[in-house]
């Protein structure tokens, strides 16, 4: 399948930029580009005559933002996939919000680029945790903890949820807490092919996912409004929420053991 892309950013050299990645990764992923443009608005007027299945956007633009295209291509009865192509990692949560399906930060890799795309080709199913993992073989295998002066390496596959509370990122493993100050969107990002975002706040490990239950109160203490599901987990007995925004794209996400 070969997919049709939009390239909008306010900067000629970025679209230059993605025209080259977009080209590199061309005999991986067929593609045409149908056009570019240099804000939000006029993006929104090419998309109702181009139609394509894809929008690479920049989120910070004159007139009409990223997330403003995102919400107006939303209305359309068969919108595009939306990546956003963007320098600036604040605006990860609210790029998901509008049903972003991906989120990329520059310099954007070929590599990266292309796991991205192969989304879209595949009809937006996520791909596999070892198909992400392979597209970004430069993910650590571990993350440095600093505690009372010591560094401790906690192995990534050991880890069940990581966690934003306040300045920290509470990382989960069967047998303990952790407490790490990173950005949980970079961390997501990094780590697409193990993690999956249930939550403004918290990131499932896939392969722990054992399954999905009712919230007891329908209540969600951190401000989604009210989340009707939460997550059960392998090997720990907490109960993560799922957003009511992210309960479509998560609920199939069950494995066997």
């Given at each position: 399948?070969?997919?049709s892309?939009?390239i909008?950013d306010?900067?000629?050299?970025?679209?230059?930029?993605?025209r080259d990645?977009?080209?590199?990764?061309?005999?991986k992923?067929?593609?045409?580009?149908?056009g570019e443009?240099?804000s939000?608005?006029?993006?929104?007027?090419l998309?109702?005559?181009?139609a394509?299945?894809?929008?690479?956007a920049?989120?910070?633009?004159p007139?009409?933002?990223?997330i403003?295209?995102?919400?107006h291509?939303?209305?359309?009865?068969?919108?595009?996939?939306?990546i956003f192509?963007?320098?600036?990692?604040e605006?990860?949560v609210?790029?998901?919000?509008v049903?972003?399906?991906d989120?990329l930060m520059?310099?954007?890799r070929?590599?990266?680029?292309?796991?991205?795309?192969?989304k879209?080709a595949a009809?937006?199913k996520?791909?596999s945790?070892?198909?992400?993992?392979?597209s970004n073989?430069?993910?650590?295998?571990?993350?440095s903890?600093?505690?009372?002066?010591?560094?401790t390496?906690?192995?990534?596959?050991?880890i069940?949820y990581?966690r934003a509370?306040?300045?920290?990122?509470?990382?989960?493993?069967?047998a303990?807490?952790y407490?790490l100050?990173?950005?949980?969107?970079?961390?997501?990002?990094e780590?697409?092919?193990?993690?999956v975002?249930?939550?403004?706040s918290?990131?499932?490990a896939?392969?722990?996912?054992a399954?999905?239950?009712?919230?007891?109160?329908?209540?969600d203490?951190e401000?989604?409004?009210?989340a009707?599901?939460?997550?059960?987990?392998r090997?720990?007995?907490?109960?993560v929420p799922v957003?009511?925004?992210l309960?479509a794209?998560v609920?199939?996400?069950?494995?066997?053991p």
């Amino acid at each position: 399948m070969s997919l049709s892309i939009l390239i909008v950013d306010d900067e000629a050299p970025a679209r230059r930029r993605l025209r080259d990645l977009l080209s590199d990764i061309a005999e991986k992923l067929p593609h045409t580009v149908c056009g570019e443009a240099a804000s939000g608005a006029i993006a929104a007027a090419l998309v109702a005559d181009l139609a394509p299945d894809v929008v690479l956007a920049d989120m910070q633009m004159p007139n009409m933002t990223g997330i403003e295209l995102a919400q107006h291509l939303g209305r359309l009865e068969n919108p595009p996939a939306i990546i956003f192509v963007t320098a600036h990692d604040e605006y990860a949560v609210r790029a998901f919000e509008v049903n972003a399906l991906d989120y990329l930060m520059k310099p954007v890799r070929a590599e990266r680029l292309a796991a991205a795309l192969a989304k879209a080709a595949a009809g937006r199913k996520p791909p596999s945790a070892e198909a992400l993992a392979r597209s970004n073989p430069e993910a650590r295998r571990h993350l440095s903890i600093a505690e009372r002066g010591r560094l401790t390496l906690v192995p990534v596959a050991d880890i069940v949820y990581l966690r934003a509370e306040l300045k920290y990122i509470t990382v989960r493993t069967e047998a303990r807490e952790y407490l790490l100050e990173e950005s949980l969107s970079r961390l997501e990002e990094e780590f697409a092919g193990r993690f999956v975002r249930v939550h403004r706040s918290a990131l499932i490990a896939r392969e722990r996912i054992a399954g999905f239950e009712r919230a007891p109160s329908g209540k969600d203490t951190e401000g989604e409004g009210g989340a009707q599901w939460q997550v059960v987990l392998r090997g720990v007995a907490e109960r993560v929420p799922v957003s009511r925004r992210l309960w479509a794209g998560v609920k199939g996400l069950v494995r066997e053991p």
